[in-house]
């Protein structure tokens, strides 16, 4: 019914920037929660930053100052500047949904994307 489709990733090296894209398909009216969460090796998935239709946003205390999540005019897609990036920002990043509403039907439930690579390295 949803998917998430992530773009954006790659190598960069330390102190350099790339932004994230995320683009929802489906027969979608409106989503109430967009986000972008990693995954680093050996480390359990965490929360990066939330956004709501209403274009507040939480920031996990390590990305403050230096990523800034926003959601796209399409209502759809939400997107993620990260600058200053460090060896520590290296992880699959994965763009999540959640409170979906398709056609009259709310989906409380969690969408997630495949993820793409970010790698900080010089």
């Known amino acids: 019914q949803v998917q998430l489709v992530e773009s954006g990733g790659g190598l960069v090296q330390p102190g350099g920037s790339l932004r994230l894209s995320c683009a929802a398909s489906?027969?979608?009216?409106?989503?109430?929660?967009m986000g972008w969460y990693r995954q680093a090796p050996g480390k359990e998935r965490e929360l990066v930053a939330v956004?709501?239709?209403?274009?507040?946003?939480n920031y996990a205390d390590s990305v403050k100052g230096r990523f800034t999540i926003s959601r796209g005019n399409a209502k759809n897609t939400v997107f993620l500047q990260m600058n200053s990036l460090n060896s520590e920002d290296t992880a699959v990043y994965y763009c999540n949904a959640a409170g979906v509403l398709i056609a009259s039907t709310y989906y409380g439930m969690d969408y997630w994307g495949n993820g793409t690579l970010v790698t900080v390295s010089s």
């Open positions: 489906g027969s979608i009216v409106s989503i109430s929660v």
């Open positions: 956004t709501s239709r209403d274009g507040s946003a």
